[in-house]
């Protein structure tokens, strides 16, 4: 079963990433690696150095393609042969992309970062307040 987690914000753009086996889907922007699109989008991926040396978000890419910010992801040959990325230095590059992301975990809508899963509501009345002049 999908769950679509931000349909509201996704552009032309956009790729299309799922993440399995949950069935979870999101928008992932071109200029946005795939560890910060899931994050965007409320869904926490295993992590730690977020510039492809640690290997902690290593997962398997089952469709789309991807292209690298770094010229030397910590990845053998063969592991990008049978398809192992680093989602965390990984921009999508042809979609729809399926990220094999077991671990991954829906962040509750209170830690989601505003504007994604759950948006917090908005205080009017903090807005609408005027600043009053110091000089008065
Ligand atoms: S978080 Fe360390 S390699 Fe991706």
Redesign the pocket.
Known sequence: MHKDLDPGSATADDFRLEIAPQGWQLACRPDQTL?LAALAAGVRLP????????????SRLTQGRIRYRIEWP?LLAEEKAQGWI????AYACEGPLQLQAPQAQALAPREAPPGTLSPPAVDKSVHSTRMEDASD
């Open positions: 560890l992590h730690s150095c977020r510039n492809g040396t640690c290997r902690a978000c290593m910590g680093l989602p965390c230095v």
